[in-house]
């Protein structure tokens, strides 16, 4: 009898090998089978419709995490929505971000009012639980009752055996206990268990029997497990894994040659299923650093442009392009490390409000001065259109090439105002000086003559054949121009037309040679000259606007070198650093361009 006490003391040990099971019966794991979902590439329509049907169709207590990774996906998709509606609030320079309010989301109100549904049900379902949990340990200590009753009883050893396997078939089957109240049982069946073989004095052949059932039991549940190693989700494999081990402690003894192998088997299976469930949380975690890596480099890219300077309205128009290029790459990347994506979406959110808060503060300065300059340039045309059928051809033409400057001298104007202010300004300055020329100038017949040559002189251009030699047909475009300029004045409703024309198909001649893009842009600006030549105010005027051209250049190339600098360390940036270098080459040439006309209007004056 002492084999047999030493026999289920021994059992009891390997028993408590065996780590905690979540209490639940493998038919509880699920009740319909649900394939899976990618959730950072789901719509937040489709993350309600999963939570929907995980509330309808399984067990309120077994998807609390998979309940909280929706809700927390869905809330991050919708704030990245708001954060794209208010950037293309915030792009237009006139919006304040304290008048933008966020649209109500109706997809918001189905999560919440399914969310209420599920904790409601999920209350319950712990009510219920608990419910049965005290039933359950109250069944329980009645079955050990049952045991210190059947000790007590006069039967036939078999019958009394018979009646031992149906009370621990009764106990196996009830469901779990209180928390509280697990140990204490266990310790009490086990207890009795023993007082029950002592009593009894079990022989060998009921003994054996006893163990070829637990035997065949255990070796049921290896080969499930063994099985588990290729269930097709690791997640779902290690919760049914979880069900087998509460499976494997309640069985009873087998042999003593066959425990060790037995459990060695199941802890094989064991350790397999394990390890499929580590491997897939560690790459999930690995997918989960690589995307904060990306993440991190784009919160660069964002600082580096939100803390370049930027004093050119076209700086900022070519940098917003820019945010909002980074801001969709940003959305294209997945889920980060759940302790680090709050501080990361508000590292890249301070980026981008500082640069939309910098610009809208530029162009409100930029605002105010270009008004009060649209004021100034309104009084000289007052006093232009006021002199422009002034008879004093000497003195309103000394007035009037001083307005000209002065109005040059006077910033830019908003630029909805820019063009009708200076079309208005030309007008009355060309309506006196065309009266003067008109009044100083050859008669009207001799004006109608020189159309006709200057029209004659365009068809010969039309009609120009280059040859294989382009410094000869430079020659011959050049010689073109000299006949044109030779030619009179026309009548002044025609001039603007046959000068366009004859721009126009001159520029188009030089754009058929075998020249340098250089070479045809500078003699394509000599022929401009040529039309204006006569004019120290339209010179002064396209020197101007040429070294002006060049200023932004220069501050442009000056702002991406410092942009350059400011990367140089940053691995993460090479591609911005490269665009930047393209930029700056470009730019160069351009420069070398622009001084080159500067010269050449230097060379008239």
């Not at 608990?130 to 009645?142: D, G, I, Y």
């Not at 210190?148 to 009830?174: C, G, M, P, R």
């Not at 580590?278 to 993440?295: A, R, S």
Request: charged residues 40%; aromatic residues 8%; glycine residues 2%.
């Amino acid at each position: 009898m002492g084999e047999e006490k030493d026999l289920h003391q021994e059992e009891i040990k390997q028993e408590n090998k065996i780590p905690e099971s979540n209490e639940k019966k493998n038919e509880d794991v699920k009740k319909v089978e649900i394939p899976e979902l990618n959730y950072s590439e789901a719509t937040r329509k489709a993350l309600i419709e999963r939570l929907a049907l995980l509330i309808s169709t399984q067990s309120p207590l077994n998807i609390k995490s998979e309940i909280d990774t929706i809700k927390s996906v869905f809330y991050l998709k919708l704030a990245k929505e708001v954060a794209e509606l208010k950037t293309k609030f915030l792009a237009d320079k006139e919006m304040k971000e304290e008048d933008f309010k966020a649209p109500k989301d109706e997809l918001e109100s189905i999560l919440k009012s399914e969310l209420a549904k599920y904790k409601q049900l999920k209350n319950n379902a712990y009510t219920q639980q608990e419910k049965e949990r005290e039933e359950n340990l109250k069944k329980k200590e009645a079955l050990i009752e049952e045991l210190k009753e059947l000790i007590e009883k006069e039967e036939s050893i078999k019958e009394t055996f018979d009646a031992f396997h149906a009370i621990q078939d009764k106990w196996h089957s009830v469901g779990s206990v209180p928390a509280t109240a697990n140990n204490d049982l266990w310790q009490n069946y086990y207890l009795q268990v023993e007082h029950f073989y002592d009593y009894i004095k079990i022989n060998k052949d009921l003994r054996d029997l006893d163990f070829r059932r637990n035997q065949e039991k255990k070796e049921s549940l290896c080969e499930k497990a063994e099985k588990l190693a290729e269930y097709s989700s690791p997640v779902e494999a290690f919760k049914i894994l979880q069900v087998y081990h509460q499976e494997w402690k309640e069985t009873g003894p087998v042999s003593k040659e066959l425990r060790e192998p037995l459990w060695e088997r199941f802890k094989t299976a064991t350790s397999a299923v394990n390890k499929r469930h580590q491997d897939h949380f560690l790459e999930l975690k690995e997918k989960q650093i690589e995307n904060l890596k990306k993440k991190e480099a784009l919160c660069e890219k964002v600082e580096a442009i939100a803390n370049a300077d930027n004093d050119k309205i076209k700086d900022w128009n070519k940098n917003t392009k820019l945010i909002q290029e980074i801001q969709e790459e940003w959305r294209t990347i997945g889920i980060v490390p759940k302790q680090d994506n709050g501080p990361i979406y508000h590292r890249f959110r301070k980026g981008c409000d500082l640069f939309f808060k910098n610009k809208r503060l530029f162009f409100k300065e930029q605002q105010g001065e270009q008004n009060e300059n649209l004021e100034k340039k309104k009084e000289l045309l007052e006093k232009a259109i006021a002199l422009k059928e002034s008879e004093d051809w000497n003195g309103t033409t000394d007035t009037l090439i001083g307005i000209q400057k002065e109005w040059k001298k006077i910033g830019p104007v908003p630029r909805k105002h820019s063009e009708q202010i200076w079309q208005q300004f030309r007008e009355a300055c060309d309506t006196f000086f065309e009266r003067k020329k008109n009044f100083l100038g050859s008669s009207n017949e001799q004006q109608e003559e020189n159309l006709a040559t200057k029209q004659a002189l365009i068809e010969k251009i039309k009609v120009f054949t280059s040859s294989d030699n382009p410094q000869e047909d430079v020659k011959q475009l050049l010689a073109f121009k000299e006949e044109w300029l030779n030619i009179g004045h026309v009548p002044i409703k025609d001039k603007n037309k046959i000068n366009s024309e004859y721009h126009n198909e001159l520029n188009a001649q030089f754009d058929k040679l075998n020249l340098k893009k250089e070479d045809r842009e500078m003699e394509k600006f000599r022929s401009k000259l040529d039309d204006i030549t006569d004019s120290d105010d339209r010179l002064y005027s396209e020197r101007r606007k040429l070294s002006q051209q060049l200023k932004d250049l220069e501050s442009e190339i000056g702002t991406f070198e410092n942009n350059i600098g400011f990367l140089s360390n940053s691995k993460s940036s090479e591609k911005l650093v490269k665009e930047y270098s393209t930029r700056i080459e470009k730019a160069k040439a351009q420069c070398l361009l622009l001084k080159k006309k500067i010269r050449m209007i230097d060379s008239i004056d």
